[in-house]
């Protein structure tokens, strides 16, 4: 089949997983856990913090290392939301046991990552899609609410950074259950999206072959 000229459909590579932003994930999520274990045996606050910092700063590198030198995969993406989930818990779990009063925002936030965003995040599979990246080519509602640049930001940096700024359990829960309801909105509107018969390799005759 002739390729598509959609730069986020699956027929413009062959799939691979030894890729070096594929790589980067694994190095990234290495040194957050080995920043997490230092954290949790001397009970340093500030090896907690460069664990946030390793997941952070490598979770924008690979991704942009990946876009930069067109080496997206499938499987790249995948790898990627289970290491974020990983990360993610290890350093929360972690910062709760030491600092209750975070337990509730932390709690409806974890919620939020893991579950809702991680089957959000995945979906992509159900098209020929290479990530979520490009989910605009099926759904531009739930690309725009969850993965165009801005909302990446407020989705994943917001509730740490309020919570980091204000120290306000109040604050921090009332954005952390904002971020719920649009991810809950998006998977509701998610779960009513036809699925197509088969992949066809490109993600706009993917759509039109379930709707039609
Ligand atoms: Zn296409």
């Known amino acids: 089949m002739q390729p598509c000229e959609h730069r986020g459909c699956t027929a413009a590579f062959a799939e691979q997983w030894n890729t070096w932003p594929n790589l980067v994930t694994a190095v990234r999520t290495?040194?957050?856990?080995?920043?997490?274990?230092?954290?949790?045996?001397?009970g340093s606050g500030g090896w907690l913090l460069a664990a946030l910092l390793c997941y952070?700063?490598?979770?924008?590198?690979?991704?942009?290392?990946?876009?930069l030198?067109?080496?997206?995969?499938?499987?790249?993406?995948?790898?990627?939301?289970?290491?974020?989930?990983?990360?993610?818990?290890?350093?929360?779990?972690?910062?709760v046991s030491t600092h209750p009063a975070a337990a509730v925002p932390a709690t409806v936030f974890l919620g939020q990552f893991v579950v809702i965003d991680a089957y959000l995040t995945l979906a992509f599979a159900r098209w020929s899609l290479l990530s979520p990246n490009y989910f605009g080519l099926v759904d531009t509602t739930v690309y725009r609410l969850n993965w165009s640049p801005p909302a990446k930001a407020t989705n994943t940096g917001?509730?740490?950074?309020?919570?980091?700024?204000?120290?306000?359990?109040?604050?921090a829960t009332v954005l952390a259950a904002v971020v719920l309801g649009v991810k809950s909105y998006s998977a509701l509107r998610l779960t009513r999206l036809p699925t197509p018969p088969v992949l066809s390799g490109c993600a706009v005759l993917d759509v039109r072959a379930a709707t039609n």
């Not at 499987?75 to 990627?80: E, I, S, W």
Request: some cysteine.
């Open 69 to 95: 030198t067109h080496r997206e995969t499938r499987t790249g993406a995948v790898l990627d939301v289970l290491a974020d989930r990983l990360s993610v818990c290890l350093v929360v779990v972690s910062y």
């Open 158 to 171: 917001a509730v740490v950074l309020v919570w980091l700024l204000t120290g306000s359990p109040l604050a």
């Open 56 to 67: 952070w700063v490598g979770d924008i590198a690979d991704g942009l290392l990946a876009r």
């Open 30 to 42: 290495i040194a957050t856990v080995v920043a997490w274990a230092v954290a949790v045996t001397t």
